[in-house]
């Protein structure tokens, strides 16, 4: 029977060695690293010189008594080294009664005649000690000290702030002497998530993605600098006749032949006061086209005459002795051709003088001839007429920086007329003609000025969009206004207004996609330069999940949309994770982006809209828009 149970054990034991062969051909993770944990702490010898010894309370092994002497023991925990002590005895407390206070033994009649003097309680950090005298006959004691605390022997620590994943401590100290210490653990923060990332580490959550939007890219038009062509004037043709008439019924004729058509100034000069002549002007009839009976000193007379013909200047004494003095003719300055020129440059030579120019403009718009350069108290009139004579401008007594302004047509031809009012002066003319219209389709930032009043520069587009955004920089001061219009292909005004200045914004909406509108910037009451930024609606972006989004606001009226599919049942949390300066507004909307859902006004660090009981799959259209800022932003979809 024995023999059996002996075989049934044996087989036993092999069908189980068989099955750890089987099922634990490879060590288990938990396995190694429990093999790993103990080779560690073995690789520390017991009794190790380099072990910093941390040892274990005194164990008493065998307690002492009065006569014989006990035993203790202690282990470092870290090493495993042990240590023992002797526990000395502590002698009888012989009392009164004649007996041991602590075991009851008799006290003998002993004379005391040896002692020694033990120390049967070390001192401590924090308790005293005490040492005896104790009779070697009898053991009694003879006489007991206390021996005063040794006090601690700081060994300083410095604080350790914890993290996110690893304690920390406080600042500590610990005793060289016997290991107390005022350590106290200060425990790890734990990750604080954000939008996905940990505040105070900046580590990710590991679910939560990030997409970056792109700013809008700056897509500049300058328009090209403006040559100036600049036409300076000849002298003027003055004829000047000596003339000496002595008698009233004198008489001096001048002949002007094949006269060039315009007006002609006839004055006297250098007449001694009290004298005065009468001058006359005759065409070849006979018959008196101009006149003038009383011209003392610098007087005339002014006359037009005609293309060709022949005239006669008749002058005699109409008041005086008689003497000798100057017939100045000034004649009509020749007609000069203005096309293709941006500045004149000339002089008022004589009273009443007229210069003329013809002018053929290369592109049709709003043209405008400006006077500057003249002395104080100088004065002119611009006229402009048609090649029928009809007159399209006229403005009198203009000074400096002041302007006549039409439309002109390209390709015909108009007649520009600068005409003295008063005083002799130099005379400068700037011709402010229209620029060549520009597609900006292409550009959202424009780059021009207005230089001439009046001026309107033209910018054709492809709207792209329903609405767009026109925003005004660059002007010369805040106080400086600009027209701005905007024409749909009728030339009907969609929009108007005439006081577009820095920092204003138009917004245009319900234009056709596919449709090309005019863009008109023009002078309002200054010239300048400027700039225009022209903004839409930035294409919608597609997220999902936990996504942490980053965009920018860059104009106003900004609107931003993100279309969000959850993909898991969810309650869905959007929130702004803060702007560089300034809040957004956040909508919510169902997959229609029809039906508003939730909203937060002036949105700031997580604030934002709340959907509950979301589906996998469901799609949501969320919408940021400019608040009270432009600056970068970022918005968290949560879960």
Same mark, same amino acid.
């Given at each position: 029977m024995a023999i059996w149970k002996k075989a049934l054990l044996f087989f036993l034991c092999a069908v189980m060695a068989l099955s750890l062969v089987a099922c634990g051909g490879e060590e288990s993770a938990e396995s190694k690293d429990d093999k790993e944990e103990a080779s560690k702490e073995e690789s520390l010898n017991p009794g190790d010189e380099n072990c910093e010894h941390a040892w274990e309370e005194w164990q008493v092994e065998r307690n002492r008594t009065c006569e014989k002497d006990g035993k203790k023991s202690r282990e470092c925990t870290l090493c495993g080294k042990e240590e023992t002590m002797v526990w000395v005895a502590t002698g009888h407390e012989f009392y009164g009664n004649g007996s041991c206070g602590v075991c009851g033994k008799r006290e003998p009649n002993c004379k005391h005649k040896k002692s020694e003097t033990v120390i049967i309680d070390e001192p401590t950090c924090e308790e005293n000690g005490e040492k005896r005298s104790i009779c070697k006959s009898c053991k009694g004691v003879l006489n007991s000290e206390y021996l005063d605390s040794l006090g601690h022997e700081w060994v300083e620590h410095v604080?350790?702030?914890?993290?996110?994943?690893?304690?920390? +401590?406080? %600042?500590?100290?610990?005793? /060289?002497?016997?290991?107390y210490s005022t350590y106290e653990e200060r425990a790890a923060y734990g990750h604080n998530y954000f939008g996905g990332v940990c505040e105070t580490c900046g580590e990710s959550d590991g679910e939560t993605g990030s997409v970056t939007v792109e700013p809008i890219k700056k897509n500049e038009y300058t328009a090209p600098e403006g040559e100036t062509n600049l036409m300076t004037a000849p002298a003027a043709t003055i004829d000047v006749h000596t003339v000496t008439l002595t008698k009233s019924e004198q008489k001096a004729e001048y002949t002007l032949e094949n006269v060039?058509?315009?007006?002609? @100034?006839? +004055?006297?000069?250098?007449? !001694?006061?009290?004298?005065?002549?009468?001058?006359?002007?005759?065409?070849?009839?006979?018959?008196? =086209?101009?006149?003038?009976?009383?011209?003392?000193?610098?007087? /005339?007379?002014? &006359?037009?005459? *005609?293309?060709?013909?022949?005239?006669?200047?008749?002058?005699? &004494?109409?008041?005086?002795? /008689? *003497?000798?003095?100057?017939?100045?003719?000034?004649?009509?300055?020749?007609?000069?051709?203005?096309?293709?020129?941006?500045? +004149?440059?000339?002089?008022?030579?004589?009273?009443?003088? =007229?210069? *003329? #120019?013809?002018?053929?403009?290369?592109?049709?718009?709003?043209?405008?001839?400006?006077?500057?350069?003249?002395?104080?108290?100088? !004065? *002119?009139?611009?006229?402009?007429?048609?090649?029928? /004579?009809?007159?399209?401008?006229?403005?009198?007594?203009?000074?400096?920086?002041?302007?006549? +302004?039409?439309?002109?047509?390209?390709?015909?031809?108009?007649? #520009?007329?600068? %005409?003295?009012?008063?005083?002799?002066?130099?005379?400068?003319? %700037?011709?402010?003609?229209?620029?060549?219209? &520009?597609?900006?389709?292409? !550009?959202?930032?424009?780059?021009?000025?207005?230089? #001439?009043? @009046?001026?309107?520069?033209?910018?054709?587009? =492809?709207?792209?969009?329903?609405? !767009?955004?026109?925003?005004?920089?660059?002007?010369?001061?805040d106080y400086t206004d600009l027209s701005f219009a905007v024409l749909n292909r009728l030339e009907e005004s969609v929009s108007y207004t005439d006081y577009f200045s820095n920092n204003d914004r138009m917004t245009v909406e319900n234009l056709v996609v596919g449709e090309t509108y005019t863009l008109c910037i023009g002078y309002s009451d200054d010239v300048t330069p400027y700039e225009v930024h022209v903004f839409t609606e930035k294409p919608s972006t597609e997220v999902s999940g936990k996504v942490i989004v980053t965009d920018s606001i860059e104009y106003y009226d900004q609107v931003n949309t993100y279309v969000w599919t959850a993909t898991a049942d969810c309650d869905l949390q959007v929130y702004s994770m803060g702007m560089e300066e300034g809040a957004v507004n956040i909508y919510i909307y169902d997959a229609t982006g029809t039906e508003l859902l939730d909203s937060e006004s002036y949105s700031y660090k997580g604030e934002g809209v709340y959907v509950s009981g979301v589906t996998a799959g469901e799609t949501y259209v969320i919408r940021v828009e400019y608040c009270n800022s432009f600056s970068q932003y970022s918005i968290a979809f949560q879960y």
């Amino acid at each position: 029977m024995a023999i059996w149970k002996k075989a049934l054990l044996f087989f036993l034991c092999a069908v189980m060695a068989l099955s750890l062969v089987a099922c634990g051909g490879e060590e288990s993770a938990e396995s190694k690293d429990d093999k790993e944990e103990a080779s560690k702490e073995e690789s520390l010898n017991p009794g190790d010189e380099n072990c910093e010894h941390a040892w274990e309370e005194w164990q008493v092994e065998r307690n002492r008594t009065c006569e014989k002497d006990g035993k203790k023991s202690r282990e470092c925990t870290l090493c495993g080294k042990e240590e023992t002590m002797v526990w000395v005895a502590t002698g009888h407390e012989f009392y009164g009664n004649g007996s041991c206070g602590v075991c009851g033994k008799r006290e003998p009649n002993c004379k005391h005649k040896k002692s020694e003097t033990v120390i049967i309680d070390e001192p401590t950090c924090e308790e005293n000690g005490e040492k005896r005298s104790i009779c070697k006959s009898c053991k009694g004691v003879l006489n007991s000290e206390y021996l005063d605390s040794l006090g601690h022997e700081w060994v300083e620590h410095v604080a350790q702030d914890p993290t996110c994943t690893e304690i920390g +401590w406080y %600042a500590y100290s610990v005793c /060289g002497r016997c290991n107390y210490s005022t350590y106290e653990e200060r425990a790890a923060y734990g990750h604080n998530y954000f939008g996905g990332v940990c505040e105070t580490c900046g580590e990710s959550d590991g679910e939560t993605g990030s997409v970056t939007v792109e700013p809008i890219k700056k897509n500049e038009y300058t328009a090209p600098e403006g040559e100036t062509n600049l036409m300076t004037a000849p002298a003027a043709t003055i004829d000047v006749h000596t003339v000496t008439l002595t008698k009233s019924e004198q008489k001096a004729e001048y002949t002007l032949e094949n006269v060039q058509a315009g007006v002609y @100034r006839i +004055w006297i000069t250098e007449l !001694y006061s009290g004298n005065s002549m009468s001058i006359y002007v005759k065409n070849h009839l006979g018959e008196e =086209v101009g006149g003038n009976w009383y011209c003392p000193n610098n007087e /005339g007379v002014t &006359v037009t005459l *005609a293309e060709g013909e022949t005239y006669t200047v008749e002058v005699s &004494v109409y008041y005086g002795d /008689g *003497a000798t003095f100057y017939l100045n003719i000034g004649r009509q300055t020749p007609v000069a051709d203005l096309s293709g020129y941006t500045n +004149w440059s000339g002089s008022f030579e004589f009273v009443d003088q =007229v210069l *003329a #120019f013809t002018y053929t403009p290369e592109i049709s718009g709003i043209h405008a001839l400006t006077v500057s350069n003249m002395l104080n108290g100088t !004065y *002119a009139r611009i006229y402009v007429c048609n090649h029928l /004579g009809e007159t399209l401008m006229d403005s009198s007594y203009l000074n400096n920086g002041n302007s006549v +302004w039409g439309e002109l047509e390209a390709g015909k031809t108009y007649y #520009f007329y600068l %005409a003295y009012q008063s005083k002799l002066s130099t005379v400068d003319l %700037a011709i402010g003609a229209p620029k060549t219209a &520009v597609d900006i389709s292409e !550009y959202n930032v424009i780059k021009d000025s207005v230089s #001439f009043y @009046r001026q309107v520069n033209t910018y054709t587009f =492809v709207a792209t969009h329903s609405t !767009y955004t026109f925003l005004c920089k660059g002007a010369k001061n805040d106080y400086t206004d600009l027209s701005f219009a905007v024409l749909n292909r009728l030339e009907e005004s969609v929009s108007y207004t005439d006081y577009f200045s820095n920092n204003d914004r138009m917004t245009v909406e319900n234009l056709v996609v596919g449709e090309t509108y005019t863009l008109c910037i023009g002078y309002s009451d200054d010239v300048t330069p400027y700039e225009v930024h022209v903004f839409t609606e930035k294409p919608s972006t597609e997220v999902s999940g936990k996504v942490i989004v980053t965009d920018s606001i860059e104009y106003y009226d900004q609107v931003n949309t993100y279309v969000w599919t959850a993909t898991a049942d969810c309650d869905l949390q959007v929130y702004s994770m803060g702007m560089e300066e300034g809040a957004v507004n956040i909508y919510i909307y169902d997959a229609t982006g029809t039906e508003l859902l939730d909203s937060e006004s002036y949105s700031y660090k997580g604030e934002g809209v709340y959907v509950s009981g979301v589906t996998a799959g469901e799609t949501y259209v969320i919408r940021v828009e400019y608040c009270n800022s432009f600056s970068q932003y970022s918005i968290a979809f949560q879960y």
